[in-house]
């Protein structure tokens, strides 16, 4: 059905001058923190889909159990602030930790094994995204689609490993192993469905933040419609 499909929709292809989807990642992001007892396990199963090619899984560390005793190193106000835009826009009375979304659209518990492999394994088409490294830049090049809702173009960068011990709050006495740790988070620029480039020199991003992924979102936040990674020499 894939295969006919993409015939059907070459003649329009030609016809609008548009560049329509590619298979790209399904974005998996777990909101979480170093303070939370119950955020390991949810580590551990991030840690499990982070090196599939076909996944882009993110930790965002929130920054709102930094009062309990422990102030976790990797919380971003930024973290915090997407979580409860997630929240407004899914209709949650309230943000939680741990929390996994899938795609910007829908939210599974941080103890529901089987929904997030299950989700690992979906193959979501996307908005066409090039990325390259060269001069000490990140270069986007975005495709055209016929999607013209308004859409955030976000760098997302990560650490792929981290091990912390914890000497206070809910945590303590642990070391915690934590994956693809976010490290900063970055608006490059809206996309209207346009084709597009775009460049970020990398001294802007934080060094130990040796990956790097590209997220286009609608708006809200929504649907996340295009999404690429790429490894920081």
Known sequence: MRAAASLGMAAVLLACNCVYADVRPTVIELYTAEGCSSCPPAEALLG??????????????????????????????????????????LHRSGVATPQFLIDGVRDIEGTNRDAILAAAKEAPD??????????????????????TERCDVLLFAYQPRAVSKIYRGENKGR???????????LKLDDWNGQAKSLEVPLAKLPPDATRLAVVVQRAGPGLIVGAAQIARP
């Open 48 to 89: 499990n889909i982070a090196n599939r090619t076909d996944v882009i899984a993110l930790a965002l560390h929130v920054d709102y159990w930094d009062g309990d005793g422990w102030a976790d190193k990797y919380a971003l106000r930024v973290a915090t602030q997407r979580q409860n835009q997630y929240a407004r826009a």
């Open 126 to 147: 996307g908005v066409p995204i090039e990325l390259s490294i060269a001069d000490a830049r990140l270069r986007v090049a975005l495709g055209g689609a016929a999607d």
């Open 175 to 185: 070391t915690l192993e934590e994956f693809n740790v976010v490290r900063a988070v």
